[in-house]
């Protein structure tokens, strides 16, 4: 480990897994489908990751000096799709890493074609407090337009969830569920947006994330519709989003961030490290590592997004980037402006920040925090550009934020 990192008292976990049943048409993240496999089961790659992710998390959080795990986030990729007998063997080598586990939120992503009770069971066994299930769409002609599959066992599965999580009121390890959608789908109606989140709120999952599409370079949504697509659907894209959004906060559903709502209680504590900047350690193809370094900045390490490559890691740590002290300041804002804490006033470019408030764009709460509106979330990126253009000298000093 670098000797410029601060070894931190506390620490967020990522689990990155890089296979998902079939690859989205819309997904740019590191992940391969595992339908080619002819024999997942008895794979012996996707064994030897998982190993090497297991002994290499161990040997991160010692080399940190064991620091007390807060969160544990286990994403990818679909985790679920491993099977109940791998994700056993995870779940218990990561559960072994916490030590005292109480107060420690686990939230695992899960795709409703890999969910099924047993798995469902298998998390609740290791003391998962939060399964997180991307539904993307409840409607069949959004999923294809997307290139993904309709869920046929969609309501068996969100039945089980929610009986999983009755079951479990009342323990020390309560679970919780959120839903994933996706909105702003190029030329999804007014009625299709709003079908599809009166669904998902009648189902009362304790978080929803409401996605904007975003169509990435070099994936098969981005050939097929060409450069142009985004632009091209924005204006529609804004108006859908807006009225999910609305739907949401209708039913008391807490707008804590740019794309994350809701009830009390039941935001999730590891992306609100994110937002925070906390220090986290990831581990598994792409994954990355935020530390705190000694002079105020971060350092940042990332494993190699390839799977020979990073079964190939003979360092404890992937390839490090240190982020200066300037830099990291400008990133808090930048990451708390997207939340409903927002960020501190202190040593922002004043003028800025008054013409926000005089646009509707952002309020001071408290006389010190600078904290964005609904109006100001949806022209959060012009927003960014403005701080980042007026940032140079009059930026907040190491540790204002």
Not at 125 to 146: A, E, K, M, Y
């Amino acid at each position: 480990m670098s000797s410029t990192v601060l070894p931190p008292p506390s620490i967020g976990v990522y689990v990155h897994i890089p296979w998902c049943r079939s690859k989205c048409a819309y997904c740019a993240f590191v992940s391969q489908p595992l339908c080619h496999r002819l024999d997942v089961e008895t794979d012996p790659i996707i064994d030897s990751v998982l190993s090497s992710t297991v002994e290499l998390l161990e040997r991160r959080l010692e080399l940190l000096g064991s620091p007390r795990v807060t969160t544990v986030y286990v994403g990818g990729g679909t985790p679920t799709a491993l099977g109940v007998r791998r994700l056993n063997w995870l779940f218990g080598a990561i559960r072994g890493m916490m030590g005292e586990a109480d107060g420690v939120e686990w939230s695992v992503e899960a795709n409703p074609h890999s969910l099924d009770s047993e798995t469902i069971a298998v998390c609740g066994r290791h003391g998962v407090t939060r399964i997180s299930v991307g539904v993307q769409s409840f409607l069949p002609r959004i999923l294809d337009s997307l290139g993904r599959e309709p869920a046929d066992n969609l309501t068996e599965v969100l039945d089980s969830v929610k009986r999983a999580q009755a079951s479990s009121r009342g323990t020390d390890r309560p679970m919780a569920w959120s839903l994933d959608l996706i909105t702003g789908v190029l030329d999804m109606s007014l009625l299709e947006a709003i079908d599809d989140a009166e669904r998902a709120v009648a189902l009362a999952p304790d978080h929803i994330s409401l996605y904007d599409l975003s169509v990435e370079s070099g994936t098969p949504l981005a050939r097929r519709l060409g450069s142009r697509a985004g632009r091209r659907f924005a204006d529609r894209a804004a108006e859908v989003s807006a009225a999910a959004r609305r739907v949401l906060i209708d039913v008391g559903y807490h707008r804590y961030e740019v794309s994350a709502f809701s009830r009390p209680g039941g935001e999730c504590r590891h992306n609100r490290g994110y937002w925070r900047m906390q220090p986290f350690v990831g581990v598994g193809p792409s994954a990355v590592s935020s530390l705190p370094a000694r002079d105020g900045g971060i350092v940042r390490f990332t494993d190699p997004p390839a799977i020979n490559d990073f079964l190939g890691l003979r360092e404890p740590w992937g390839a490090g980037e240190a982020v200066a002290a300037s830099r990291a300041a400008f990133e808090r804002a930048m990451m708390g402006l997207r939340t409903d804490e927002g960020i501190n006033l202190a040593g922002l470019p004043p003028a800025t920040i008054d013409k926000w408030v005089i646009e509707g764009l952002a309020r001071i709460c408290n006389g010190s925090m600078v904290v964005m509106t609904d109006a100001g979330w949806e022209r959060l990126d012009v927003c960014l550009r403005e701080l980042a253009d007026a940032w140079g000298d009059a930026g907040p000093q190491p540790g204002a934020s």
